[in-house]
């Protein structure tokens, strides 16, 4: 039995357990290790585990474990809490390179936010007529390092996001990965409302970084919002800034705030 330590980051609402892994500490079973230290009732509690580990092409390696233990290929504002918890201790430099499963990403480290250069997304389906619940609803999907759904209604705040996030998650047409939905409102010209139901949380967070890149994007090709589009969610505001051009999307920041809540330490 040892004694790690471990910080509690917060990025627009979105909480990680987040630990130095650079010599290998937390090894086996991860994914039990995830479930039992996410658990908000028997655990510590978060949206995520977050292991720095090392790595041969960047400052370090970020890997990221849902509630239910999987490992996805990417999270957005898991990234940038990885990236002021690499500033705090000294792993990395104020701008720095991350190694993630969904590939190489840049970050800057502010005094007031962290700014994440994305992966491009990918593989965009644009008005996607599914019946969900007896009623007929238009999608759009995007890759942003994960699979996403965006779907554009009159009040975000008026919609079971549940219900209709489940729905959507549990597709057969989007088996057997499933996907994250978001739904999204127009707030302005450069401005947006969004809720996310993320999977392997099971659940809508508070904030949602791949997601809200993912509303960003999928509202200036379709809605027409021009760069960069602040998106309001319910953990606060996030900025992301795109280049579009014939659909092609590139040049894909997120930036917001991030912090450390709170150092601790447990057993494994």
Known sequence: MRVIKFSKMEATGNDFVTFDNRKKIIRNRVSDFARKLCDRKLG?????????????IADFKMRIFNP?????????????????????????PYSM???????????????????????????????????????????HYINTGVPHVVCFVKDVDRVDLIAIGRAIRYHRL????GTNANIVSLKGRASILARTYERGVEDETLACGTGSVASAVISGIVKGLKSPVTVHTRGGNLKIYFTLKNNSVGNVFLEGKAREVFKGQIKV
């Open 97 to 139: 390179r991350i190694d993630t499963r969904a590939g190489l990403l840049s970050a800057k480290v502010g005094s007031a936010s962290v700014k994440i250069n994305m992966t491009e997304p990918k593989e965009i389906q644009l008005g996607i007529g599914l019946n969900l619940m007896n009623k007929a609803y238009k999608l």
């Open 44 to 56: 510590i509690g978060a949206d995520g585990l977050l292991l720095v580990e090392n790595s041969r």
């Open 68 to 92: 239910d233990g999987s490992e996805p290929d990417m999270c957005g504002n898991g990234a940038r809490c990885a990236a002021l918890y690499a500033k705090l201790n000294k792993i990395a």
């Open 174 to 177: 989007f088996m057997p990965a």
